[in-house]
């Protein structure tokens, strides 16, 4: 059921050995998931994966909240979190400051980019095969600065296409784009005919959790529905 789990995690191969890698957050909830949200909690699936399977080393970097300490997730030996602090008295004085500084003239909005910000500083001291970005590509200029990691979108949304700002320079900093759609793959394929860079992975369920049990079933009477309703 997690697909994107296998694609990206069950590499473990006599050709792919085993691999360090970083995923990027989009900078607004945290992960675990503990206030939900969808790319979030999609993280958590196939973080879930790799660690029942021990495939690879992966360190998430995430927004940081208090819900997260305690955990069950966090103790896991393969994947690692490492938390920005975006909420306290001095990360909003520090926001300010940064958003005087660049003048609001950056991709995001200033509390998402200081969250890179802050993100890079860890990343220039280490060392990582592969950097997922999950639906941030513009974060990817900024960590080419810093990494010689191969860098992988995983995209949620149409906002990379033709029409996008610096949509070439977005595209070129890529090795792979993953994309949940094939209408969001298309939207990145129309920045240029020759793509060989995308592919659609869509997000699974888990069949163990929503597949029909007969012996269970809920009585239509008692929902005063009938067989034809």
Excluded at 73 to 96: E, G, L, M, P, Q
Excluded at 103 to 114: Q, W
Aim: glycine share 2%; hydrophobic share 35%; net charge positive.
């Amino acid at each position: 059921c997690k697909i994107i789990a296998i694609y990206l995690l069950s590499l473990q191969t006599e050709r792919i050995p085993r691999m360090k890698i970083a995923i990027l957050t989009s900078g607004i909830l945290p992960v675990p998931a503990v206030l939900g949200g969808a790319v979030e909690n999609l993280i958590d699936f196939y973080l879930e994966y790799n660690d029942i399977h021990q495939l690879h080393d992966i360190t998430v970097y995430s927004c940081n909240h208090c819900d997260t300490k305690n955990h069950p997730a966090v103790k896991s030996k393969v994947n690692h979190y490492h938390y920005i602090d975006t909420t306290s008295i001095i990360a909003k004085i520090r926001k300010r400051l940064y958003l005087r500084r660049v003048g609001g003239r950056e991709f995001h909005h200033y509390s998402i980019e200081y969250f890179i910000e802050q993100v890079l500083h860890h990343l220039r001291k280490q060392t990582y095969d592969m950097i997922i970005i999950e639906n941030r590509p513009p974060f990817s200029l900024k960590v080419k600065k810093v990494s010689n990691a191969k860098i992988v979108y995983h995209i949620h949304n149409s906002k990379l296409s033709k029409e996008s700002d610096y949509a070439e320079e977005l595209y070129n900093a890529a090795n792979l784009i993953i994309c949940v759609s094939d209408y969001i793959t298309n939207c990145v394929k129309s920045i240029t005919p020759n793509d060989k860079k995308c592919i659609t992975v869509h997000n699974g369920i888990d069949l163990r959790a929503f597949s029909p049990n007969e012996k269970n079933s809920i009585c239509r009477e008692a929902l005063n529905l009938s067989e034809k309703d």
